[in-house]
């Protein structure tokens, strides 16, 4: 048995009618470990997000919380985590800080108490400036930090976030992306699902690729990565007049599709053309192309999910 898995799934199923949503999935959480649930429309990864929180009752499988049974010790199960998603629940009219008192009450702390959590809430989330703003005046970005800040009121050892940044615009996706580390940093185990590749190539330590209800996948970013087999070349030149040019010189000299984006062009390549690779770059600098990058590296996770899952659904 592992002591350091913080969070147990073990062969976990659910059916709906004859719907079979969730199959036989397992996997261990490590402590302090950001874990991505990642996965197409349908596959799955709510139902197992709301089985993993007591909201719903698996057929077969176990879950354990820090410990703790999801259906046979449910009530110690559910003190062990804080799931985000409550804004519904938030008061338009009130502050951003009576908000924060409020639910640190209701949380059980006292009034003394919730007033200097919800100080250090407003700090970590970088709204001390909008703390006695109410909330109809904040931005969509504003609003899911404040939720996620509610949902940390109760210093929980485990976080759940579903789709935490669906919606937002890049820079408050960073935004969201920091503070998640942040409290990463601080000792809490995180879980999210994630409609975005980049987000869990960026923020999950592991990840979980589920479809048609089973986990196809399970692994580092890299880990993954490697399952398209092979890597990528990339070279980026520096005037967009140059593309035909280096396609042609790419494709004549590996003998494989090369895909052309603005002034950015790849090609997957395997063990046998990266030997001529060298080549591609003693033409270009031959045919004198100004290119402002040439590297080989792992290719994105796009190509990862679009493999394992592409034409199953
Ligand atoms: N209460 C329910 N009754 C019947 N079928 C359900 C129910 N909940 C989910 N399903 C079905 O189970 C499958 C998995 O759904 P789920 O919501 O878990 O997928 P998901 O991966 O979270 O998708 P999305 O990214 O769209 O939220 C789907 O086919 C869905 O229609």
Do not use: C
Request: net charge positive; aromatic share 4%; hydrophobic share 40%.
């Amino acid at each position: 048995m592992n002591h350091d898995s913080l969070i147990k799934v073990k062969n976990i199923r659910k059916q709906f009618g004859d719907k079979v949503a969730v199959q036989d999935v397992s996997f261990d959480i490590k402590k302090g470990e950001i874990f991505g649930l990642l996965g197409p429309n349908g596959a799955g990864k709510t139902t197992i997000l709301r089985m993993m929180t007591t909201l719903l009752r698996q057929d077969a499988g176990k879950i354990s919380l820090n410990g703790f049974d999801t259906l046979t010790q449910g009530r110690l199960a559910r003190q062990q985590f804080s799931i985000t998603g409550q804004t519904a629940a938030i008061d338009q009219d009130l502050t951003a800080r009576e908000n924060l008192i409020i639910f640190g009450k209701l949380n059980g702390l006292s009034r003394g108490d919730a007033k200097t959590r919800a100080v250090e809430l407003l700090t970590d989330f970088d709204l001390a400036n909008s703390a006695d703003q109410t909330l109809a005046t904040f931005s969509g970005g504003m609003r899911r930090r404040l939720d996620l800040a509610i949902s940390l009121i109760g210093k929980p050892a485990i976080l759940f976030l579903d789709e935490p940044t669906t919606g937002l615009d890049p820079r408050t996706r960073m935004q969201m992306w920091r503070a998640v580390q942040k409290l990463v940093a601080e000792g809490s185990t995180v879980l999210l699902t994630t409609q975005y590749l980049e987000e869990a190539d960026h923020l999950a330590n592991r990840i979980a690729l589920i479809d048609h209800g089973k986990m196809i996948a399970i692994g580092t970013p890299s880990d993954l990565k490697k399952h398209v087999g092979g890597m990528q070349l990339r070279i980026e030149i520096t005037d967009q007049k140059w593309r035909v040019q280096v396609q042609k010189i790419a494709h004549d000299t590996l003998a494989l599709p090369v895909n052309v984006s603005d002034r950015t062009l790849t090609v997957l390549i395997d063990d046998t053309s990266m030997q001529m690779v060298p080549q591609v770059l003693n033409q270009l600098q031959a045919a004198k192309v100004p290119i402002s990058n040439f590297a080989i590296e792992t290719p994105p996770l796009d190509d990862v999910f679009l493999k394992m899952t592409v034409g199953k659904n």
